[in-house]
């Protein structure tokens, strides 16, 4: 060691390289898949829960004002909605939520209007939320109650035809 230089080696080698890249490459090309459904599941979550976090702001607008309260669906009620005032005073719109792209939500036709007792001007009403040709997905429900209250259900047996199990 008089006077000579050590060679040292620092960083990967070629081989190195191709095989922890080989690697990364098998297990993105499982998870993938699974990554896709699970974002899918949570953008129905979500929906459900846009949904009835809406149901609860309008009927808890309809108690604190003591007045009838419009959700009205934008054509459908994926085109998103609007929570409103009822005439005849003037009507305010309180709150719209934009709309939902590659998901189904199937509602009642037409409005739905909160009395100012917090009830619903008619009968029990359900919403049911999927992804568009996708069963793989559980759907969600949002049910609303005789008194009102809205809950989110997550539908057990795959079956859309039954609602939420």
Known sequence: MNGQIKNIQ???TLVEILLTLGIVAILLSHGIPYMRDAILSQRVKNTASDLQISLNFARSEAIKRNASIDIIPTGTWNGGWTIQTVAPAPILT????D???DLTISGPAGNITYLRSGRLSSAVTSFQVSIAGNSAIAM???NISINGMPNAKI?????????CN
Request: glycine share 10%; proline share 0%; net charge neutral.
């Open 94 to 97: 309180l709150k719209t939520m």
């Open 99 to 101: 709309a939902y792209s």
């Open 155 to 163: 539908d057990s047996d795959s079956n859309t035809a039954n609602g």
């Open 140 to 142: 969600r429900c949002v």
């Open 10 to 12: 620092q960083g990967f």
